[in-house]
């Protein structure tokens, strides 16, 4: 049983579905054009001490099932031991059955590792001495696990401060694997977040402009932006809970981005105003030099107040949110067709109720001027399981044209994420496989396997102009 659980036509249901995947997407490479992986590894070319280091540490995803269970903390994100750590994760894992993480986890060992067993706490330490043995060594290197899963392109995620040295080292490596990275520029929009004026400070430093005033600051950020350009970006993203559009005067703006810099209380509605002005601002920034930009929308961050100063964020205390989205994402996509400044957009939905709401949205601004130009991003954090990924891909179907859609990303921060990207491709081809057999769609291997392929690679090879 737990030889074979990992199969060939795991998760494919009948022989159509078979046929797609394995003559149309499988090998297929592999196109990750958003995660947050470490360049820094990747220009390094990072050797991993033990399978805990790249597999459990910084994977909130693990984190909150261990938790779940009642692991101690010591064992999660605290001083335990590594292999300690491995061996609550995989006393945990069994527990996991109809959580993606069992999948992905046994998907990951098969993958990576040629391991085939079912992890828990029985085959755990001949698991971990397998995987560590591995691990440690040059054949498993950052670089050596990218060109392992077929990764053509990587783009990592930076903030507008950084200096992009290990990009800049890997533009003249001899890497087969292309990397590149993407502008977040969050914590320029968010002026109410703890700590503001000091980042905007150093923002100005890196930038060599004094940010006084609101056009000291689109300029710093413009600059940022150029820089990026020349050290190749090309994609920018944004996570925001949802997207900011309010009626602003210049004026107004000036006036609460000084009462900031002053470090005067702001009210929540001047802070809405001004994170519509500067998210203006950038997009059509983002649109003069020829970016994507993508918004992830959706998530209630830091939940718990208490874990949050303990651990910091980002440690596995978010959850969905439920914040209109509808009215304010069509004005603001609206504002910036309306100049024609309205650049190639991926919107990624966090609450499955907003399904159909961004699969419509993006057919009012596509516009016939680039295939797919406005996309519904695929699913996205607590969405990207086999449940979530098949209800946007029956939203994206029902409401416009899966045929134009440019596919999976891992969104993660670990090197042995990728076989995300297998997942989705096999929920993919037996969701068309299902329909073939049913008589919903026709036998036309010839045409449904190209869009297979399309879905799996093509597009996003042709979006992105990589």
């Known amino acids: ?3 074979t659980f990992i199969h060939d036509n795991f998760l494919l249901e009948n ?7 394995h003559n149309y997407s499988k090998n ?3 196109i990750d054009y958003h995660n947050h992986l470490s360049p820094q590894h990747i220009a390094e070319n990072t050797i991993f001490d033990n399978i805990t280091k790249v597999w459990i540490n910084g994977d909130h995803y693990k984190w909150r099932a261990m938790r779940t ?3 101690n903390e010591e064992f999660i994100t605290g001083n335990g031991s590594d292999k300690d750590k491995f061996m609550n994760w995989a006393k945990t894992v069994p527990y996991t059955m109809r959580n993606p993480l069992y999948h992905w986890t046994h998907l990951e060992l098969a993958r990576y590792f040629d391991i085939h067993d079912l992890l828990n706490e029985k085959s755990a330490e001949s698991i971990y001495e397998q995987a560590s043995a591995k691990i440690n060594s040059a054949e498993y290197s950052t670089r050596n696990l990218l ?7 990587v783009c990592t995620t930076e903030d507008p401060i950084d200096n992009l040295e290990y990009h800049q080292k890997l533009a003249v490596s001899d890497f087969t694997t292309k990397v590149s990275t993407a502008f977040r520029p ?3 929009i968010l002026i109410s977040n703890d700590g503001y004026n000091d980042y905007i400070d150093t923002l100005g430093q890196v930038a060599g402009i004094a940010i006084n005033s609101f056009a000291d600051l689109c300029s710093a950020l413009k600059n940022r932006i150029e820089y990026f350009d020349k050290n190749g970006c090309k994609l920018c993203d944004h996570g925001l809970d949802q997207i900011y559009f309010e009626n602003f005067t210049e004026n107004q703006i000036n006036v609460i981005f000084k009462r900031k810099r002053d470090n005067q209380n702001i009210t929540s509605e001047e802070a809405l105003k001004f994170q519509s002005a500067i998210l203006l601002f950038l997009s059509e920034t983002y649109h003069e030099y020829g970016w994507v930009q993508q918004f992830h929308l959706g998530a209630l961050r830091n939940n718990n107040a208490r874990m949050h100063r303990i651990l910091g964020p980002d440690t596995g205390w978010d959850s969905i949110g439920d914040y209109p989205q509808a009215q ?12 024609d400044k309205l650049t190639k957009t991926i919107i990624y939905n966090l609450n499955p109720a907003d399904n159909e709401v961004m699969a419509t949205m993006i057919g009012n601004f596509n516009d016939g001027s680039v295939k797919g130009k406005v996309q519904f991003g695929s699913g996205w954090w607590f969405l990207d399981q086999k449940d979530g ?29 990728f076989p995300r990207h297998e997942y989705f491709r096999r929920v993919l081809c037996n969701l068309l496989g299902d329909e073939i057999k049913r008589g919903e769609l026709p036998n036309d291997m010839e045409w449904i396997g190209k869009m297979v392929s399309d879905i799996s690679y093509n597009n996003a090879k042709e979006y992105f102009k990589f």
Do not use: H, V, W
């Not at 304010?328 to 100049?339: R, T, W």
């Not at 946007?392 to 042995?416: E, V, W």
């Open 1 to 3: 049983m737990s030889a």
């Open 15 to 21: 022989k159509y579905a078979e046929e797609l995947y």
């Open 28 to 30: 297929q490479p592999i």
């Open 69 to 71: 269970l009642g692991i």
């Open 147 to 153: 060109t392992k899963i077929n990764a053509e392109f």
């Open 186 to 188: 969050d914590k320029a």
């Open 328 to 339: 304010k994402l069509s004005g603001f996509l609206n504002a910036l067709d309306s100049k």
């Open 389 to 417: 990924m098949t209800k946007q891909l029956n939203a994206l179907s029902n409401m416009g044209l899966i045929s134009c859609f440019i596919g999976m990303l891992t969104d993660s921060r670990s090197f042995l994420s």
